[in-house]
């Protein structure tokens, strides 16, 4: 799986969109790019994937660039919920993830 | 909706005990994911199961064995346990191997070796 490369921390206020850029520069064009959270301890979260068009869905926007090199995660308008690790991994095989170091997110009030 | 299950959530063990983790997969999922976390670490990926069969395998400790059962549930065994196997151990479920399929993980079991 190609590696990612992702801010160690940002931080967001309340209400605010939240932008979370990952590189991933070695990408094939077979290869998925893949959002998870973890929210403190708790089981990964899917929220979402996209192999090379922009996606939406209930949680959040995917904005993948034309060349697939790097991608931004979009959440419209965090809430102190939205304080998490966020992981970006890209996925060539159905087998396994490649976490990576991730993104902790904090959502200021 | 119905979530991975995993149980026991807690396990306290002594070193060179064995361990036994269960978990059960979304209802439908035939595939499952085993992934260990260290305190202060991202997840990493043991081993995987589609169909009964193992898939794939990744940091896996020779010590530790896998299976999945007919009923799509999964078991992991560890034996010999060392105070390094302190950690959470998170099961993941996805509809099958493609790649377009995400994985849902459950709440996690911590083991902690003492």
């Known amino acids: 799986d190609a590696k990612t490369t992702q801010p160690p921390s940002m931080d967001c206020a309340e209400g605010r969109a939240a932008n979370l850029p990952c590189n991933h520069s070695?990408?094939?064009?077979?290869?998925?790019v893949y959002w998870y959270r973890q929210i403190h301890s708790q089981g990964p979260q899917y929220i979402i994937h996209g192999l090379k068009n922009n996606e939406t869905n209930e949680m959040a926007s995917l904005i993948i660039t034309e060349d697939r090199k790097s991608s931004t995660l979009i959440l419209p308008h965090a809430t102190l919920r939205d304080t998490a690790v966020y992981y970006c991994?890209?996925?060539?095989?159905?087998?396994?993830?490649?976490f990576g170091t991730g993104t902790s997110l904090t959502v200021i009030p | 909706a119905a979530g991975v299950i995993q149980s026991p959530r807690h396990l306290i063990k002594e070193k060179r005990e064995t361990a036994t983790l269960k978990c059960y997969p979304i209802p439908r999922h035939d595939t499952v994911y085993w992934y260990q976390q260290g305190p202060g670490q991202d997840p990493q990926f043991l081993i995987s199961?589609?169909?009964?069969?193992?898939?794939d395998k990744g940091s896996i400790p020779d010590r530790f064995s896998a299976q999945q059962f007919s009923d799509y549930h999964s078991e992991l065994n560890m034996s010999s346990l060392e105070l390094g196997d302190s950690a959470l151990y998170f099961c993941?479920?996805?509809?099958?191997?493609?790649?377009?399929?995400?994985?849902?993980f459950g709440p996690g079991t911590r083991l902690t070796v003492t």
């Open positions: 991994i890209v996925r060539v095989t159905g087998n396994q993830f490649y």
């Open positions: 199961f589609y169909e009964k069969m193992q898939s």
């Open positions: 070695t990408i094939s064009g077979n290869e998925y």
């Open positions: 993941a479920s996805s509809l099958g191997l493609a790649v377009l399929y995400e994985q849902y």
